[in-house]
């Protein structure tokens, strides 16, 4: 069993920045979704367990940065010129591959940090 515990969620203006934080008691791949009131969850960004691999959303490329601290099993997603659309309860995911968190059937779910932007 992973255990996934979040932070680094808040409140802040459109095109300003916040980091996630997402630490696992394991070592995985690992990978952010997030979901919108009334919408769908849909998939941020996602890491190989080393890091060495890295996937994005169309929609958060060159805005959205993901990498890792495997020392501390710890993955971070970097998130600049952020939009209101991009307002939703982001989750960490984690399995053990890369393909199979992308695709949103990770084993493992974090509890959620809400991200709010506001115009």
């Known amino acids: 069993q992973v255990q996934l515990v979040e932070s680094g969620g808040g409140l802040v203006q459109a095109g300003g920045s916040l980091r996630l934080s997402c630490a696992a008691s394991g070592r995985y791949a690992m990978g952010w979704f997030r979901q919108a009131p009334g919408k769908e969850r849909e998939f941020v960004a996602a890491s190989s367990w080393s890091g060495s691999g890295t996937s994005y959303a169309d929609s958060v490329k060159g805005r959205f940065t993901i990498s890792r601290d495997g020392a501390r099993n710890t993955v971070y997603l970097q998130m600049n010129s952020l939009k209101p659309e991009d307002t939703a309860v982001y989750y960490c995911?984690?399995?053990?591959?890369?393909?199979?968190?992308?695709?949103?059937?990770?084993?493992?779910w974090g509890q959620g940090t809400q991200v709010t932007v506001s115009s």
């Open positions: 995911a984690s399995d053990t591959n890369q393909i199979t968190v992308r695709t949103g059937r990770a084993r493992y």
